[in-house]
């Protein structure tokens, strides 16, 4: 089947933090571990303004607070890391190109560093966008992602469409 969408980006520590970002930042998981963070924060002022920093309770929920707040942040800059690291030892040190391409039924994935993979879109469960990128994610949590500004065939606005047209919300 001919190509209808392509394109080629570097998997750099800025598309990492975008990518991890949107992980640690709007999956549902994440949003509920954000308002626990933030309702703790409130009982914790609530006690502050109560007990005016007697009651040992405050105590407890501020060092409740800054264990989730430092587990949250922690999370997303240990996968940056992670990933980065076993790229930088894959790539022998130079960030790893890729190309993702798209036909009607299918999603095709090469890299510089020779991974080459194709599946059928029947297997991508989810999609979402972040700035720079639209990533498909597979059944088994691969992700698949398309540079927005370096379509080599066809463009942003079209896949967008054709996403849609095959059932994916973004």
């Given at each position: 089947?001919?190509?209808?969408?392509?394109?080629?980006?570097?998997?750099?520590?800025?598309?990492?933090?975008?990518?991890?970002?949107?992980?640690?930042?709007?999956?549902?998981?994440?949003?509920?571990?954000?308002?626990?963070?933030?309702?703790?924060?409130?009982?914790?002022?609530?006690?502050?303004?109560?007990?005016?920093?007697k009651s040992p309770?405050?105590?407890?929920?501020?060092?409740?607070?800054?264990?989730?707040?430092?587990?949250?942040?922690?999370?997303?800059?240990?996968?940056?890391?992670?990933?980065?690291?076993?790229?930088?030892?894959?790539?022998?040190?130079?960030?790893?190109?890729?190309?993702?391409?798209?036909?009607?039924?299918?999603?095709?994935?090469?890299?510089?560093?020779?991974?080459?993979?194709?599946?059928?879109?029947?297997?991508?469960?989810?999609?979402?966008?972040?700035?720079?990128?639209?990533?498909?994610?597979?059944?088994?949590?691969?992700?698949?992602?398309?540079?927005?500004?370096?379509?080599?065939?066809?463009?942003?606005?079209?896949?967008?469409?054709?996403?849609?047209?095959?059932?994916?919300?973004?």
């Amino acid at each position: 089947m001919p190509v209808l969408f392509e394109s080629s980006y570097s998997m750099t520590k800025e598309f990492y933090q975008e990518i991890f970002s949107f992980y640690s930042l709007k999956r549902p998981s994440k949003i509920i571990q954000l308002i626990v963070i933030i309702l703790v924060l409130i009982l914790m002022l609530w006690l502050a303004i109560l007990d005016s920093f007697k009651s040992p309770l405050f105590y407890s929920a501020l060092a409740i607070w800054l264990l989730l707040l430092a587990m949250h942040f922690l999370t997303y800059r240990l996968q940056v890391n992670m990933t980065l690291k076993r790229n930088a030892e894959l790539s022998k040190n130079t960030p790893i190109s890729c190309t993702v391409s798209a036909t009607q039924n299918s999603l095709g994935y090469r890299t510089s560093i020779g991974t080459n993979v194709e599946i059928d879109f029947s297997a991508v469960k989810s999609a979402f966008q972040t700035k720079n990128y639209i990533v498909l994610v597979s059944a088994n949590k691969l992700t698949y992602s398309f540079c927005k500004n370096h379509f080599t065939v066809g463009n942003y606005e079209d896949f967008l469409q054709f996403l849609r047209s095959k059932g994916y919300k973004i």
